[in-house]
């Protein structure tokens, strides 16, 4: 429901691992939105993208990456570099009125 | 970038009674600011906006307020329900740019 799907729903990672959270949308949104949620810190931006083949680094890009190669898709990239990668990761779309669809979420998990 | 505090981070109220919760922002050219409702294991759903060109909005139950001098925001839940816990997030938006969201209130209705 709700246009937009993040998969997989749950996720695990080794050390050294890089692994790929997929979001789809199609509702059309030229926005597309990757949010981290922590206990207590809110929702950080880790990268957004107003259009396709364009994006930009939120406040805690460091050690992840993303494509835009399509208008429906924001697949988001976790890399080794990441140290501490065991969240809850949103993807969100974003309509022309600035309102903000959410994926239903990714808990990535190290192991 | 944007900088959006959020207060307070828990509260706790008895059914019927009225809930508060408060944000300030930092960008002067904030124009859009909406609130969104995140049940426990689910994706925050859009609850009540409200843009800079407005003072206060209402649906129902639910109220926001909106002081552009101040920089400051509130959502007002009155007649409060066990259904309304759940953690609530303030974000505030530049247009053309990523929302930027508080780092969330979870409020507790208890019977």
């Known amino acids: 429901d709700g246009g937009i799907t993040q998969s997989p729903k749950y996720l695990f990672r080794k050390e050294g691992q890089n692994v790929t959270l997929s979001c789809e949308q199609n509702l059309n949104h030229d926005a597309m939105y990757w949010y981290r949620q922590d206990p207590g810190q809110g929702l950080r931006l880790i990268y957004y993208?107003?259009?396709?083949?364009?994006?930009q680094k939120g406040d805690i890009a460091e050690g992840y990456s993303v494509s835009r190669e399509k208008k429906e898709s924001f697949p988001l990239t976790v890399t080794s570099a990441q140290k501490n990668p065991t969240a809850f990761y949103l993807c969100?779309?974003?309509?022309?009125?600035?309102?903000?669809?959410f994926g239903q979420g990714t808990r990535l998990t190290v192991v | 970038g944007e900088n959006v505090e959020q207060h307070p981070s828990t509260l706790s109220v008895q059914e019927g009674d009225s809930a508060v919760i408060k944000c300030t922002y930092s960008d002067s050219a904030s124009n859009y600011f909406p609130w969104y409702k995140q049940e426990l294991g689910k994706r925050p759903q859009l609850i009540i906006d409200?843009?800079?060109?407005?003072g206060e909005k209402k649906d129902q139950r639910i109220a926001v307020t909106l002081n552009k001098t101040a920089k400051h925001f509130s959502l007002h839940i009155t007649e409060t329900q066990p259904e309304d816990s759940a953690v609530y997030f303030c974000a505030a938006m530049v247009s053309g740019y990523a929302l930027n969201f508080g780092k969330g209130t979870s409020l507790l209705v208890t019977p």
């Open positions: 993208s107003q259009i396709v083949n364009d994006f």
């Open positions: 409200i843009r800079s060109n407005v």
């Open positions: 969100a779309s974003c309509s022309g009125q600035g309102e903000a669809f």
